[in-house]
C-alpha cells in the first residue's frame, strides 16, 4: 500500500482533495438513509448498524481511504442526531454553520497546537485578538478585558471557581441556584472546596432577597454564581439586582452564560442581559448560540490581571529566557497542553457575518421560540409551561401523567421522528424544545405540535 498522504505542507490540498469528496457523498447518502432527525430503531438497532459498517476494528490490511472514509462517514451520518433537522430540537447542540465547519477543516489539516508559540505562530496572534475582541463585547469600556478559550461551559465554571478560589483562598464559599448547572457542583468537588450553598429558585430564577439572606450568613470570601439561561427552561437570573447583591456583602458574582451570553450580539435581545458585566468572570459557549462545531467556549473577565493565578512554567515549552525575548507565553492561557485553535472558526464566523449577522441569527431562533408558545398556548390537549425567555420552550400533553410525558419523547426518540428533550419544572415533567436552527419554518414548528399531540393520543 503507498503512503499515505499528510493533510498539511505544499501537497496538502492536492492530498485532500478528492477525499473531500468522499466525505460530502458519504454525509449526503447517510443523511437520505437516515431519512429523518434521527435513526429509527432505538440504540440497539444503531449499535447493530455501526457493528456491521466497522467489521474487524484493526483488520491485518486496510481497505483503503476512500473505502474507509466511505463506509464510516457514511454510517456515522445515518446514525446521527441531526441538529440541522428542525425536528431535532432536544439540546443546546447547535446545527454548525457551513462556514465555521469549513474553518474546521483548515484547523484540522494544519494541526496547529496553543501551548507553545513555534507550534502556533499565526493561532496564537490569532487567538489573542479574537479573544480580547469578545471580552470587550462582556466588558465594554473597559481598558483590558480578556477571554480564554475553553471547550465549554463545563470547563469555563471550573476555571472561575478556581480562580475565585486562588483569590479568597480555602475560605471560598460558592452560593448557586437550585437552577444552576451541574458542572458547579463538580467543579467545587475537583478543587476540594466545599459543596456549595443552594439557593432555592421556586420561581425558576433566583430571588435577590433570599440570596442577600444567604450572603450576609455567609460572609465575605463568597463568589455567587448567577444564571442567564438555565438548561432546563431558558430563564436569566436578575443580574442587575444580583450584582447589587453581591456588592452589599462584599461577595464576587460570576454568571454562567454558556446559553445566554450570545443574546449580546442582538441589539433586540441584548437588554435581557443587563448586569452582565458586573461579574468578575462570565461563562459563554459559542457552541449553542453562535453556532460553531464543538468545541467553542470562552471564559471571559473584565482585566486580563485576573488570569495571572493560571500561569505555569514549564521548561520546553515557555522558557523564562524565551518569554523574556517576546515569545509569547501560552501555558496560563488554558489547564489544557495539547490545544487546538478552535478560535479560527470563531474568527472566521465573526468577520463573514458580523455582529449584525449573528445578531439576526439569535433573533431568528428566539422568534420560532416564541412562535412555537404561541402554537402550544392555542392547541387544547397541549399546555405550555411559560412563555420563552430564550429559544427555548417546555410544554407537555394536558392531563398527562409524568410517565406518559416521559412516553411520549421516548416513542418519537425509538421511531426517529422527532428529537425532543425533558425537563423538570414547577414539580412536573414537561417535553421540551430547544429551537436552535435559524432555518426552521413555520411547517416545522407545526410538524413539533402534531407530532407531539399524535403521540400522546396513542400513549
Known sequence: ???????????????????????LNALTEGAADRGGPLPPGGPERTAARVASAVGEVLPATGTGER?????????????????????????????????????????????????????????????????????????????????????????????????????????????????????????????????????????????????????????????????????DTGAVDPLPDLAASAARHGAALHVDAAYGGPLL???????????????????????????????AGLLAVPDSALLR?????????????DTEAGLPDLLGRSLRTTRRPDILKIAVTLRALGRDGLGALVDAVCDHARALAARIERHPDLTLYAPPTLSTVLFRPTGATDEQVAEVRRALLRDGRAVLGRARAGGRLWLKATLLNPHARPADLDALVQLTTEGSTTR
Not at 500500500?1 to 466525505?23: E, F, I, Q, T
Not at 505555569?312 to 529566557?321: G, K, V
Request: glycine residues 8%; aromatic residues 2%.
Open 67 to 231: 473505502e474507509a472514509l466511505h463506509t464510516l462517514v457514511r454510517a456515522l451520518a445515518e446514525g446521527a442526531a441531526d441538529p440541522a433537522d428542525p425536528l431535532c430540537a432536544a439540546h443546546l447542540h447547535c446545527p454548525p454553520l457551513a462556514v465555521a465547519a469549513a474553518a474546521d477543516l483548515a484547523a484540522a489539516a494544519l494541526n496547529p497546537s496553543l501551548d507553545s508559540w513555534d507550534q502556533a505562530p499565526a493561532a496564537t496572534a490569532l487567538e489573542a485578538l479574537v479573544t480580547a475582541a469578545l471580552a470587550a463585547v462582556v466588558y465594554p469600556g473597559l481598558p483590558s478585558p480578556d477571554a480564554l478559550v475553553t471547550t465549554g461551559g463545563t470547563e469555563s465554571n471550573h476555571l472561575a471557581l478556581l480562580l475565585a478560589r486562588e483569590r479568597a483562598g480555602s475560605a471560598l464559599r460558592v452560593v448557586v441556584g437550585a437552577n444552576a448547572h451541574h458542572s458547579l457542583h463538580r467543579a467545587a468537588w475537583l478543587l476540594g472546596l466545599p459543596r456549595p450553598v443552594v439557593v432555592d429558585t421556586p420561581a425558576g430564577v433566583l430571588d435577590p432577597a433570599a440570596v442577600d439572606v444567604t450572603l450576609r450568613e455567609l460572609g465575605p470570601h463568597t463568589l455567587l454564581v448567577a444564571t442567564a439561561g438555565t438548561t
Open 309 to 321: 493565578p493560571l500561569d505555569h512554567q514549564a521548561d520546553y515549552l515557555n522558557p523564562t529566557d
Open 1 to 23: 500500500m503507498a503512503m499515505p498522504g499528510l493533510a498539511g505542507g505544499a501537497d496538502g490540498a492536492r492530498a485532500l482533495r478528492p477525499l473531500l469528496d468522499v466525505v
Open 265 to 295: 450580539f442582538s441589539d433586540r435581545a441584548a437588554p435581557t442581559l443587563a448586569g452582565l458585566g458586573s461579574a468578575v468572570s462570565v461563562t459563554l459557549d459559542l457552541h449553542k448560540l453562535g453556532w460553531q462545531p464543538v468545541a
